[in-house]
């Protein structure tokens, strides 16, 4: 049976004998063909003129389709596309089961008869909190109506009803009068480094069987603003203690590939960890530890990405500008996120830095 893989190039696949094939969904359904060249280049050309041909073809009379399989096809896309990472994906497709639960009915609408309005009212209720639920495991009733999960819906209702619109269902896209909700600023609330130590130590002191290995994680996630993912597949060939620098295999975007100094702190921990394997931490992941540690001391519970937050933030205090901490972190923008995630910093820092201010 032939295989096939995906490439860079959308609807573009190439087969086990390097033949590549074009596979276009058009009305729900999908048109294959051999391109009959193993040259990329030539491979394109012939995609382009595949692709103009299956969608120029007419809506059948009386075809109907459902928004839920214009979904499925949506899906389908998201999943075969080489340059998201697994995340990326996951994310994208999180808002379905979001719908199902607060607006079921919409599954089985037929695509061509939802309209703005429908869409406006569902968010209305949304933001309003008239969707709530209980999560898995919870013991309370939550809105889950977040900037974040707002717009993300909308941006899964507006990529669904494209297709529509490239299949010739429907014209335009109803999705396109919703407006975005605007993200609440977030005060970050961090451990002061007196503070961190303290949770380190209580990590290492505990008798749990990762202690060692789990603190060693915590403390390289706070030393290198690394994810979780990244710092879980940091080796030892990605560490060049001679130049002082981290190669990061960044796991968000292609552009989060980047180098990391090393900060002593980092350099500290590096020379104490066993390098008995070829990855440099044991643990994959703190959130156990983090949460027992953080409340034994009684500071607030901290998350894996809350040390990213850390790293970032103790580095602009020490005086290192926006956009160089900016490219630490493997952000493609020149400082624009870390401008508005960090723009205010810490009370104490800010009250350090009042105290200088002079008239």
């Known amino acids: 049976m032939t295989k096939f893989r995906a490439t860079p190039v959308p609807n ?4 086990d004998n390097e033949i590549y094939y074009a596979r276009v969904v058009h009305l729900g359904r999908q ?3 051999s391109l009959k060249t193993k040259v990329l280049s030539v491979a394109r050309q012939r995609l382009r003129v595949q692709e103009e041909d299956v969608r120029s073809r007419k809506v ?3 075809l109907a389709m459902s928004f839920g399989q214009v979904a499925e096809i949506y899906a389908k896309q998201v999943e075969i596309e080489p340059r998201l990472a697994a995340s990326t994906k996951e994310f994208r497709l999180r808002p379905a089961s979001t719908f199902r639960r607060t607006w079921p009915a919409l599954w089985e609408t037929d695509i061509r008869r939802i309209t703005s309005e429908q869409c406006l009212e569902w968010q209305r209720r949304f933001e309003n909190g008239d969707s709530k639920y209980t999560p898995t495991r919870a013991k309370t009733s939550v ?3 977040s900037a974040t999960v707002v717009n993300a819906c909308i941006a899964y209702l507006r990529r669904v009803f494209e297709i529509a619109i490239k299949e010739g269902l429907i014209g335009q896209n109803p999705a396109r009068s919703m407006k975005r909700k605007r ?3 977030k005060l970050l609330e961090l451990p002061s480094a007196s503070q961190f130590r303290d949770i380190v130590a ?5 008798h749990a069987r990762w202690a060692e290995a789990a603190a060693d994680f915590i403390e390289g996630l706070a030393y ?8 879980a597949a940091l080796t030892w060939s990605d560490v060049n203690k001679d130049r002082g620098l981290l190669t990061v295999r960044g796991t968000k975007t292609e552009t989060s590939n980047r180098s990391v100094p090393i900060i002593p702190a980092m350099r500290d921990l590096l020379a104490r960890i066993e390098n ?3 990855k440099v931490f044991k643990a994959h992941s703190a959130l156990a530890s983090l949460a027992k540690a953080c409340e034994a001391i009684g500071a607030r519970k901290l998350t894996h990405h809350d040390l990213r937050h850390l790293f970032a933030t103790t580095c602009i205090e020490s005086g290192v500008d926006i956009p160089t901490v900016s490219r630490w972190l493997g952000h493609a923008d020149g400082g624009a996120l870390a401008m508005k995630t960090y723009g205010h910093l810490r009370p104490l820092h800010s009250v350090e830095a009042a105290a200088k201010v002079k008239f």
Do not use: D, F, I, Y
Request: proline letters at 6%; hydrophobic letters at 20%.
């Open 276 to 278: 008995n394997g070829p």
């Open 60 to 62: 059948t009379k009386g």
């Open 183 to 185: 993200p609440g600023k």
């Open 202 to 206: 209580s990590v290492r002191k505990s």
């Open 224 to 231: 290198s603003g690394m994810r979780k993912e990244e710092a």
């Open 12 to 15: 573009l696949l190439r087969a």
């Open 31 to 33: 048109h294959w063909k």
């Open 143 to 145: 809105r889950g109506n």
